[in-house]
Nanobody
Framework: VQLVESGGGLVQAGGSLRLSCAAS????????MGWYRQGLGKQRELVAS???????NYTDSVKGRFTISRDDTKNTMYLQMNSLKPEDTAVYYC??????????WGQGTQVTVSS
């Protein structure tokens, strides 16, 4: 499975960005997908996830601000990020968890929120 993220950038606090993750390869074996982020000097953390049947999960700090979705016709997952805060600044990674418990990662996309 290959994952390619796009959509990161620089935005002012309160602004919005939409991240995309395009998947290719053995996508039929994907059990769930998610967005992780890693701020400078911090551990990578799960931001949001979505299963193959559309169930979603969010970390508390982004609930009500971020929305994860997927378009199976385009093999693409999205993360709509609204009301961005400086503490959302991080490299955001796309992740695919497979039915055989292996996983794949994208290359990451930088999101920077200025105050």
């Amino acid at each position: 499975v290959q994952l390619v993220e796009s959509g990161g950038g620089l935005v002012q606090a309160g602004g919005s960005l939409r991240l995309s993750c395009a998947a290719s390869g053995s996508i039929f074996s994907i059990k769930s997908m998610g967005w992780y982020r890693q701020g400078l000097g911090k551990q990578r953390e799960l931001v949001a996830s979505i299963t193959s049947v559309g169930s979603t999960n969010y970390t508390d700090s982004v609930k009500g601000r971020f929305t994860i979705s997927r378009d199976d016709t385009k093999n693409t997952m999205y993360l709509q990020m609204n009301s961005l805060k400086p503490e959302d600044t991080a490299v955001y990674y796309c992740n695919a968890a497979m039915v055989d418990v292996s996983e794949y990662w994208g290359q990451g996309t930088q999101v920077t929120v200025s105050s």
